[in-house]
């Protein structure tokens, strides 16, 4: 069956009234949100992470703590709570909890597991995301071969997954895809694999409306390319969806992830950021000039055309170096003050990345040790976000 077929069936399926909510602009406005990485974003217990594979593989259940992490609890959301985040995103992986792959249909047991979460991320009035991540089938083959393919198994699994939600209040976003791109190319990418994003973001807008009730107006996140800004910013590399008759683009929001400069952030080339600490080391070339300006990119490129803008994931990876340690970390605790500061004042909702890791040097995002009972361990980096 063809994907404009589908739809069709779709919107017929479809509520015709939705209860008014906020727009995206409003929904994002002053979030601080915190990201539950490394969680249901899973693979299989004993599956390789980078499987395209559909399906449900042996204990696919277990998937949320394959990779290393206790499974989630009521207090892990509470103290999310307790520090200050008001919003919650949620990377979830369905691929490997897949029943019937020719319908993209959903293992029971997992979507129960997921609104449990979700539940508890609302008692708390915390504002939610929950996504598609790591659906390798997806992500990894944004070329013309699989477009219609995997357009048709994106519209699937979002019907069931924005039909289980569509009762869902206001404060549930869904984001449509996450970082798309060919496999182990994180550079500048082809026309093609750009335009095929672009059918990813239609795809997702178009089946979720479809599925009415509160979906008809929910806040919905789509993405750059490989979730690179860059992709989005320049050239006409990133094409708005176009949203359901009479939204405009007010219940949209457009999601970038900022782990910017890398050389700093990411990569630990640099240990110091910004002009009050260049005369404590060699700092990243990049300041908080460079950074102003692109968030006010950000906001004459989308937010001014009455998008919302999310970013959907940043931090900075721990380090430390003997002597300076502690000055390294306070770098850190202004480099969040200062990142928070700013995307508030233009209203940027962020999401920082915690994949409960800690140590020196890349991928080392762990804030709170969820193998501790939520001890903070990276008081530095809480600290810059809420002060």
């Known amino acids: 069956m063809k994907l404009k077929t589908l739809l069709s069936v779709f919107a017929f399926m479809a509520a015709t009234t939705s209860q008014a909510q906020p727009t995206a602009k409003e929904w994002n406005a002053g979030v601080v949100g915190w990201n539950l990485g490394n969680q249901f974003e ?92 790591h659906e390798k089938w997806l992500e990894g083959r944004p070329t013309n071969q699989y477009k219609e393919e995997n357009n048709q198994k994106l519209a699937l699994l979002w019907l069931n997954i924005a039909s289980e939600f569509a009762s869902y209040d206001y404060r549930v976003a869904f984001a449509g895809t996450n970082e798309v791109h060919i496999k182990d190319n994180w550079g500048k990418p082809e026309a093609e694999n750009l335009a095929v994003q672009n059918s990813y973001n239609q795809t997702f807008v178009d089946v979720v409306r ?32 176009t949203d359901a008759d009479g939204n405009g683009n007010n219940y949209m929001s457009v999601e970038f992830h900022y782990y910017t400069p890398w050389d700093y952030a990411g990569e630990c080339k640099f240990n110091y950021w910004g002009e009050p600490y260049k005369q404590k080391g060699e700092a990243s070339p990049s300041d908080e000039k460079t950074m102003t300006t692109f968030f006010d990119r950000v906001v004459s490129t989308w937010g001014d055309k009455g998008l919302g803008l999310v970013m959907g ?32 004042k233009r209203g940027i909702a962020t999401f920082i990345w915690d994949n409960n890791s800690f140590g020196s040097g890349p991928e080392k995002f762990g804030i709170f040790d969820r193998n501790a009972g939520m001890k903070v361990k990276a008081s530095w980096i809480l600290q810059g976000i809420m002060n």
Not at 54 to 59: L, T, W, Y
Not at 102 to 124: F, G, P, Y
Not at 325 to 331: G, L, M, R, S, Y
């Open 42 to 133: 899973c693979s299989a217990p004993g599956q390789d992470g980078e499987s395209m594979q559909i399906g449900m593989p042996d204990n696919s259940i277990k998937a949320e703590t394959a990779w290393g992490n206790p499974v989630v609890t009521k207090k892990t959301i509470k103290a999310i709570k307790a520090a200050g985040f008001n919003a919650v995103r949620i990377p979830i992986r369905w691929q490997c909890h897949i029943t019937n792959p020719a319908a993209m249909s959903i293992d029971k047991a997992w979507m129960t597991r997921i609104k449990e979460v979700v539940n508890w991320c609302l008692q708390n009035d915390l504002k939610v995301i929950i996504n598609t991540h």
């Open 210 to 241: 479809a599925t009415g009730g509160n979906n008809g107006k929910r806040h919905l996140i789509v993405q750059t390319y490989v979730c690179n800004p860059d992709f989005g910013l320049y050239n006409g590399d990133f094409v708005v969806p």
């Open 313 to 344: 994931e940043w931090g900075v990876t721990d380090r430390q170096k003997s002597g300076q340690t502690d000055v390294i970390h306070e770098n850190m605790t202004y480099y969040c003050r200062f990142l928070v500061s700013e995307t508030k």
